[in-house]
T-cell receptor, first 113, second 112 residues
């Protein structure tokens, strides 16, 4: 089975811009989670989607949003980028119904200048 | 605040030695998972232990869970240079078991 893919792998944006990151889950997985990793805050949960519905949400401002499509692919969007949004954004896919092990993609490294 | 705290923050051992990492958490959990991350890349799932389990093995990995002390440990036996990575525990809470809360991680260096 192919693993979780994330695009793009690297991104440089300017403060105030917006960005969209994409995640394709493992075939058959219906859930996708997003995490932000920074040296200062570590790994923090952003949100989780199951069958196109947001099931869980972390403590991030409204500038962070996401969605999931009918084929389980997911996107997250960050509007009005701030310097502090520079991070590794990780997507994970899992079965979503009783399957708790999450399988992570390689991440998207976002740098905001 | 993070649910899990890990110690040590960093560990340096010789190849062939065992490595033990500990994780403590604050609230009741559905399960606890351990992940490995190599140098800023994606996380690799290692092992999951449910709240009603006390010990689990997978290859050279042994995980214990003590729910009364709200703590877990990960033992890697006969370590190899390829085990050099950061190791994270992640807890899934009872009421939101698909949301993982990660600890701060242990950086393991295995010297050849």
């Amino acid at each position: 089975k192919a693993g979780v893919t994330q695009t793009p792998r690297y991104l440089i944006k300017t403060r105030g811009q917006q960005v969209t990151l994409s995640c394709s889950p493992i075939s058959g997985h219906r859930s996708v989670s997003w995490y932000q990793q920074t040296p200062g805050q570590g790994l923090q949960f952003l949100f989780e989607y199951f069958s196109e519905t947001q099931r869980n949400k972390g403590n991030f401002p409204g500038r962070f949003s996401g969605r999931q499509f009918s084929n389980s692919r997911s996107e997250m969007n960050v509007s009005t980028l701030e310097l502090g949004d520079s991070a590794l954004y990780l997507c994970a896919s899992f079965r979503g119904q009783g399957g708790y092990e999450q399988y992570f993609g390689p991440g998207t490294r976002l740098t905001v200048t | 605040s993070q649910q899990g705290e890990e110690d040590p923050q960093a560990l340096s051992i010789q190849e062939g030695e065992n490595a033990t990492m500990n994780c403590s958490y604050k609230t009741s959990i559905n399960n606890l998972q351990w992940y490995r991350q190599n140098s800023g890349r994606g996380l690799v799932h290692l092992i999951l232990i449910r709240s009603n389990e006390r010990e689990k093995h997978s290859g050279r990995l042994r995980v214990t869970l003590d729910t009364s002390k709200k703590s877990s440990s990960l033992l890697i036996t006969a370590s190899r240079a390829a085990d050099t990575a950061s190791y994270f525990c992640a807890t899934a809470l009872m009421d939101s078991s698909y949301k993982l809360i990660f600890g701060s991680g242990t950086r393991l260096l295995v010297r050849p």
